[in-house]
């Protein structure tokens, strides 16, 4: 199972970009990044899955280097409505192998 | 729509007791997993079916610990004889796919046992 490295927390200010760092060192040719966020008492969302480069939706922006070994999750502008625990996931579409989500990293947003 | 739902939310249980939650996953949605969710941590893959078809269950505990979808839709996760150390969150979720595919979560069952 490929691991992933994430800060514990991190603090940030109302209205500030944020880039929250995930390290898989071990990443597959297979395996895609996922990025999910978790709010109190609810069950993790999905926001956002990439494969290389740069993917961007409504919500955030995902920066993967060439080599894989790491992506960097971008929150523009971020609220108070972000503060969340967010996790960092490699895995394949395939099934065969379950998703780890280690601990996350706790965000703050600071008014 | 209607995403997947859990129940019941909150259940205290004594130590010894048997206890069933109940997941209800996106209509259509063939993958189903359940996870484990300790205070402060992240989920903790418990086991996977695909339709009725239980491909994974590396993540059980132990023998305690029981999923059945037998139709392909609604799960049950059974914990027999509870433990202290079964206080957790029980969280479900289902996908399309298997794998990395976005998964959709439950708001999770709250199991205390005393």
């Known amino acids: 199972l490929a691991k992933t490295t994430q800060p514990i927390s991190m603090d940030s200010y109302e209205g500030q970009e944020v880039n929250i760092t995930c390290s898989h060192n071990?990443?597959?040719?297979?395996?895609?990044i996922t990025w999910y966020q978790q709010f109190p008492s609810q069950g993790p969302r999905f926001i956002i899955q990439?494969?290389?480069t740069k993917v961007t939706n409504e919500v955030a922006s995902l920066f993967i280097p060439a080599d894989r070994k790491s992506s960097t999750l971008s929150l523009p502008r971020v609220s108070l409505s972000d503060t969340a625990v967010y996790y960092c996931?490699?895995?394949?579409?395939?099934?065969?192998?379950?998703?780890?989500f280690g601990k996350g990293t706790r965000l703050s947003v600071i008014a | 729509g209607a995403g997947v739902s859990q129940s019941p939310r909150y259940k205290v249980a004594k130590r010894g007791q048997d206890v069933a939650l109940r997941c209800d996953p996106i209509?259509?949605?063939?993958?189903l997993f359940w996870y484990q969710q300790a205070l402060g941590q992240g989920p903790e893959f418990l086991t996977y079916?695909?339709?009725?078809?239980?491909?994974?269950k590396s993540g059980l505990p132990s023998d305690r610990f029981f999923a059945e979808r037998p139709e392909g839709s609604v799960s049950t996760l059974k914990i027999q004889r509870t433990q202290q150390e079964d206080s957790a969150v029980y969280l479900c979720?289902?996908?399309?796919?298997?794998?990395?595919?976005?998964?959709?979560f439950g708001p999770g069952t709250r199991l205390t046992v005393l």
């Open positions: 079916f695909q339709n009725e078809a239980q491909l994974d």
């Open positions: 979720a289902s996908s399309l796919g298997g794998g990395a595919a976005e998964q959709f």
């Open positions: 990439g494969y290389k």
């Open positions: 209509s259509g949605h063939v993958s």
């Open positions: 996931l490699v895995g394949d579409l395939s099934g065969n192998t379950p998703l780890v």
């Open positions: 071990n990443i597959a040719t297979n395996d895609y």
